[in-house]
């Protein structure tokens, strides 16, 4: 049995912290700073995010992603308002029902094309407003880089957010993987813009953890007449922490000097290495190469239990025995070669 | 102007990380780990917490303290319950509506007394039950040590336990300074043991952000049937953190080699010492000394603002102009001296 | 043992429905009518209400009076936002908790005097506003008649508004008893407008089913800039009634030659006149003459159980032995003789 | 143009309530009478339901139809746990998201078939169950007949039972227009039961405004394990009417000499009738003759509108341009002339 990777591709959540994140958070630990963000640190990430988005925008950190995204919803939603979302969506099928638990709200999921939504989707449910019987369409989630792997061009988001603003709605993007989504699209603040602020997008869950942080998220309203309760919002959703110098300093660490986007490259160019080293193994069933950060394989029923025994991985889609291999900020060459190995070798045992 | 104290008084939450703590996190930063709990630090942890309460128990790391108390009694009500608690109590007055909101439950608050309740105050409502107007009274919820900075003794504890469950209610211990209560009742697990698994409570909130951690508290189910819901309600009040690895090696930090107590311990010694500072200073109303790591002296009303910019702490009761000033693990006797004498230059000056 | 009386003294909700209403009920059955409130009837009924309190309002029917309180509070209620009440109210004590568990909302319940809050206790809470610790107050509600039996006058209801609407806030008025009210303070839509629209109350719960209607209630918005929303509230919080125009119907009966307030005139002189009947017998402990149509007396313990048993009535505070007598629109003076009998009878017996 | 039928096809909630309906309204109004349930009416009432479904059961009457299964839903959900229903469903479509609201649960909505779900559908979700990210299947709730006027056989039924049990759920059965369904599979109490209590129904929502009642629904528990909260939950979701004589007088009236069948059979046969009148209609495309009391034909565009203003009915499918046509109790051969006549006179007028 061939040795199995160091670090594994069972998800960028599964890595470590980066050492400069790591070291950002010792340097922060210099005595007594106030709680809940009113420190030196929040004031200087909070800065960072008006310089990375190019406007003012407000700003609030978190405790993780769930937690960021049920505080987006929660300050953007109408009354009676409903989220329209993909059936595929984080918020719909991974947060065991926290939208609905916490904010009373129906998710209107419509089947994923590709992991994306298109405007027409939307359109669908434009005859439910005003109608009593019926939630009202209020908020568009939409995930970038979505949950299988794909992007939405800037154009496509603006096509939704024009749609969405048309009906009255706001736009959510879910950007726990934003890094990843910014690096395929160009790699600058320029390209980030491109898919959010500029093409209309109201507030955004900007991911920390899948990019080398530790821990912590921040939502940030590129609408700031959308923050206005945000700060009483964010403790009734139990999402504010109590020393967030230590999740500042670590998005500090990320923003300065662009880390943010260096992770994502990295993570990026590593699961195009991994595409290349295993598409052709039989029983292998891929795409074409990855946009991000992971792959979708479909493999053989009775390859996938050997497999993830010899080295952890999630299934993705168990109707159609699909997996995902997901490469992070830590994923070496040599890494790629093992696990490239192993499915080979097992494959070939079937 | 005297120079104001390095570590102020403020509260345990704006402390730092302790060294040991945050070597351990830095020690734990080694490649790849399962998320969401299943790693060997967390399975260490939980380990820990079972050595500690002398039996097994079933223990969730969660964010934060807001977290912790939603999760504990998500999981301890039934259909259409209610919580009894103090007035006082950080789940009614300082958690934003948090239990409300992702409850959906009411919090029955009776007058505290000295920041306690007494059984005869859960009593009282032992008439609501089997009456369908109204909730049905079903957690007790009390805090160890108390928003007020005092302690229920074990046998008060049990007292309590023992009502609350000859009415068919459950005990929830809100342990946000659960370390510094143990400290004062006698710095040992056995200690520990007597108000809380001894004395009948079921579930037990267990501090970690103020007593030297950078973030993470842990539910601890001494009644485990009442945690075969937990992983799932976890997630759904967004209190599952993805790397809980470095939450569950903070605890093993605290828990080996008892730092835990031996910070709340230099806390609440640091308490006594402010409290002999500054308990003859003219216009400081003081009780008499603390029994953990908190004063609420009352101010002349004009001295509070002018000491609050020199040095910051928080209002406790505005309608009697007390204030607290809170110790740490980290303060030392020459903040002690420093906050004093601030605390007399400014009296002085009135 | 003496004859109980035909028509006790329970609760005005324990009565039937007033001829008039019931056959408004029939001359309503005529063939179909759009459901969910487009029809005649509700068209008429709204334009009554509007006329009532002299300007345009918007008029919602719903089924119960919980659902009217729920729904008000609903579309009233700010993010984060806390209802502040006194403790003896109904949406506190008597909903079973349904307030807190459909808006997810805090009620801060201060202390009742004499059954009423007044605009000291909410300012009270003004220190909470913009603290992010804090559940933010954002409605107050008062109940006219209260649960006490007693009445604001329109001056203290204006006070009441002029300090909520100081500190931001909005004012529900639950008028389960608002015709027994009226009677009380002058007994014309003058009295009413004085108390309500005049005095600044927003949204009114306008109670029909105590006061000889079968079911339903109105939730009136003064305000109408609150009302937005209202229609699908209403659906979401279970309360939208399909035939709706045999609400409309009964409200109708009761408006039009003012029976609501012939009703409710006829309970308060009633009670009146078991007040009198009863307030010389021995062991029975009274305040002075009832401002509306309810007892509150405090008896002999060993009486509680044998009176109840004979003529069925209700605890009020089960810790003074206290309990509610009241009387209906349907209530005679021959109800009244054989009660005071029966209350004498088992008194002598003791 | 044609005169418009006496009575219209909107919906059976347009029609009237049924004279012997509205007798027994008159003759339960005698005096007094302890509210929210507790009178000789709803102890009646409660009897008819154990005879109809030949064995005791638990029944709670409630104000309507959403909050029947509010309050079902509501008191079968385990903690973290979902509802699988289509996407037809009422409580997915037609409820303004009153069960995401109330019951803080996600509904897992699957395409509807015809307006059924099968088994398969409900398997897809078991790989769900013990995962924490993901909501956990609970309960099943369909429709009977559906809301596109489908049915179920029994054996349809057991099998979604089976399946559901197997997996560790509970099914619901919304049956607003049970009465409907019951006379369509054979219209004695031996049907009722044979797709409910014998098919492993869990809980009923038992309609009745639909089939001649002013307003009243029953929740029906056939496993009366699941009943034990029901009272308390009632009250909390807004759905304990406080005269509760009058929903119950209404039940006895349908229930006793087979009112409720007589009702809903008269209905279908009026909808079978239709069907034949206006089958043949250029542009009206229908399927085969109802199983219940409705129609849902496609209808040219420019034909809906015109027709609609004449006599009005609602849209069922807009993307397919789809609407209802709905017999009830009291339609009459005569209407259904007249509403033929005036589709052939709009349709021939495009």
Known sequence: MPTAPVHRFASDNNAGVHPVVLDAIARANTGHATA????????????????????????????????????????MLSPAGAVVCTDSSHINVDETGAPERVLGAKLIDVPHRNGKLV???????????GVMHHVQPSVVSITQSTEWGTLYSADEIAAICDTAHRLGMKVHLDGARIANATVALGGTAAALRSFTVDAGVDVVSFGGAKNGMMHGEA????????????????????????????????FIALLEDDLWLANARHANDMAQVLHRAVCDIPGVRLAGPPAVNSLYPALPPALIEPLRDWSFFYDWDVHHHQVRWMTAWDTTPADVDAFAQGVRHFSDAL
Not at 225 to 243: D, F
Request: glycine share 8%; charged share 20%.
């Open 36 to 75: 809940y963000g009113d420190d030196e640190w929040t004031l200087r990430a909070n800065g960072l995010f008006d310089e990375l988005f190019g406007r003012p925008v407000d700003t609030f950190m978190v405790w993780g992603g769930t937690g960021a995204n049920v505080l987006a919803l929660a300050t």
């Open 119 to 129: 405007p027409e989707q939307i359109e669908e449910f434009a005859h439910f407003r």
């Open 219 to 250: 939502v940030v309203y590129l609408d700031r007449s959308l923050s206005s309760s945000a700060q009483y919002v964010r403790k009734q959703v139990t999402q504010l922490p109590s020393k967030v110098r230590y999740i500042s300093a670590q």
